[in-house]
């Protein structure tokens, strides 16, 4: 972890963001094709870091971003056996929407205050 937790958060952001991007070219890819090699690995990525990294930065926090995640994560753990699972590609664009307006009420709301309120880090 970085030596600046706030730092760390707005890191972790990034790599949330990219994972986004991600998981709505995956949707995008699972509309015209059934799941192949690269489907399986961008999918068991997105898993993975959600269930780690992510799973940790929001361990209490947004309960629907958390329900839409676990079915998310079922049809992503679909893919990766080489099933096709429904996809809603809406589905992934709300999930996508969802979680960009959390980070942006975070880095909009929460970095400042925390900036103000808590001691530089050493």
């Excluded at 664009?93 to 969802?98: N, P």
């Amino acid at each position: 972890m970085s030596a600046d937790p706030l730092a760390g958060l707005e890191s972790s952001h990034q790599g949330i963001e990219a994972r986004l991007a991600t998981l709505e070219k995956l949707a995008a890819h699972l509309t015209a094709r059934q799941p192949d090699g690269i489907a399986k690995v961008i999918a068991r990525d997105v898993v993975r870091y959600f269930d780690g990294e992510v799973a940790r930065h929001h361990a209490d926090e947004d309960g629907d971003l958390k329900r839409r995640w676990q079915r998310l994560r079922e049809k992503l753990h679909a893919v990766v056996a080489g099933a096709s699972p429904a996809f809603d590609e809406d589905e992934i664009v709300r999930f996508a929407w969802i979680y960009r307006r959390h980070i942006e009420r975070e880095t909009r709301l929460v970095l400042p205050f925390a900036r103000e309120v808590l001691p530089p880090p050493e």
